[in-house]
Nanobody
Framework: QVQLVESGGGWVQTGGSLLLSCTTS????????MAWFRQAPGKEREFAAT???????YYADSVKGRFTISRDNANQAVYLQMTSLKPEDTAVYFC?????????????????WGHGTQVTVSS
């Protein structure tokens, strides 16, 4: 069983930056593809970024060039550096992990989820 805990959310003005962190339990973190998803008020949860076991990132078009996903296997953590934030980035951000080799963008492929951290971007 993997437990995920997100942190780093908050309130920021348009154009600002935030660093989200997701720490995990378990000894096999390095074997899990990881991802960040987000859910805006009144909308379905959507893909933001994934990172493979080997550290290869993949981004949704909406965040490409502004967000950077990274992982630290030694500290069993995954990060999402968010820059040039926009009001439409306002959402609850979830960290996810999966049992598998690939790092897909479909939320239903992920087995483990954190409880989320709120990000609010004001205009």
């Amino acid at each position: 069983q993997v437990q995920l805990v997100e942190s780093g959310g908050g309130w920021v003005q348009t154009g600002g930056s935030l660093l989200l962190s997701c720490t995990t339990s378990g000894r096999t973190f390095r074997t899990y593809p990881m991802a960040w998803f987000r859910q805006a008020p009144g909308k379905e949860r959507e893909f933001a970024a994934t990172i493979s076991r080997g550290g290869n990132p993949y981004y949704a078009d909406s965040v490409k060039g502004r967000f950077t996903i990274s992982r630290d296997n030694a500290n069993q953590a995954v990060y999402l550096q968010m820059t040039s934030l926009k009001p439409e980035d306002t959402a609850v951000y979830f960290c996810a992990a999966r049992d598998g080799v690939t790092a897909p963008s479909n939320q239903f492929d992920y087995n483990y989820w954190g409880h989320g951290t709120q990000v609010t971007v004001s205009s």
